[in-house]
């Protein structure tokens, strides 16, 4: 079974703070992602990498940052947490196969509430 | 961009009758539609995809047909059961093989017994 570990499921920061979302996916697969969930919106996506040390921005990467280091672990930073960055997020992985398509496997979610 | 539009937002059936979930997409030379189901509490997990090569596709009590055509795709679920409720999404992959997926806005299908 593909396994997405988010390390955070419920977290409460304030305004101003450097906040850090780590997943680490344990299916060696080169694409990773951070996806945030607000009711009404689906699912909106921050950034994407499809290797170590390479990202792209999304549709929302506005106030994000992100970091892959090493191809399991994919972060994202909030350098300066602000209250509409309240919101479900949710980290996932994919290997991009002609045969499986680009199934994408999505850890628990990490609910951050900034105050 | 790619846009993806998901109808209705919320939807109440009656255990035992169907559903049907309808997503449209801009992007013609995308290939590949999943769609995922989120319970409660839990994250999205795959239920069902559709290539481009494909028309329709069944398992069990849920279907997904795509219209390449006119660039609209839907998830059908007969016989409904309460475990089906929860929030539905599709997805649509982006041209050019990147592994990225689009997500629609989300449905929410309510089960009453």
């Known amino acids: 079974d593909v396994k997405v570990t988010q390390s955070s499921r419920y977290l409460v920061k304030r305004t101003g703070e450097k906040v850090f979302l780590e997943c680490v996916q344990d299916?060696?697969?080169?694409?990773m992602f951070w996806y945030r969930q607000d009711p009404g919106l689906g699912l909106r996506l921050i950034y994407f990498?499809?290797?170590?040390?390479?990202?792209e921005k999304g549709d929302i990467p506005e106030g994000y940052s992100v970091s892959r280091e090493k191809k399991e672990r994919f972060s994202l930073i909030l350098e300066s947490a602000s209250t509409n960055q309240t919101s479900m997020y949710l980290c996932a992985s994919s290997l991009i196969s002609l045969v499986t398509g680009n199934t994408i496997y999505f850890g628990e979610g990490s609910w951050l509430t900034v105050v | 961009g790619e846009n993806v539009e998901q109808h209705p937002s919320t939807l109440s059936v009656q255990e035992g009758d169907s559903a049907v979930i309808k997503c449209t997409y801009s992007d013609s030379a995308s290939n590949y539609f999943p769609w995922y189901k989120q319970e409660l509490g839990k994250r999205p997990q795959l239920i069902i995809d559709?290539?481009?090569?494909?028309g329709e596709k069944k398992d069990q009590r849920i279907a997904v047909t795509l219209n390449k055509t006119a660039k609209h795709f839907s998830l059908h679920i007969t016989e409904t059961q309460p475990e089906d409720s929860a929030v539905y999404f599709c997805?649509?992959?982006?041209?050019?093989?990147?592994?990225?997926?689009?997500f629609g806005q989300g449905t929410t299908l309510q089960v009453k017994p």
């Open positions: 990498s499809y290797d170590v040390k390479m990202k």
């Open positions: 997805a649509v992959s982006l041209s050019g093989n990147t592994g990225k997926l689009i």
């Open positions: 299916m060696d697969h080169e694409n």
């Open positions: 559709i290539r481009s090569n494909v």
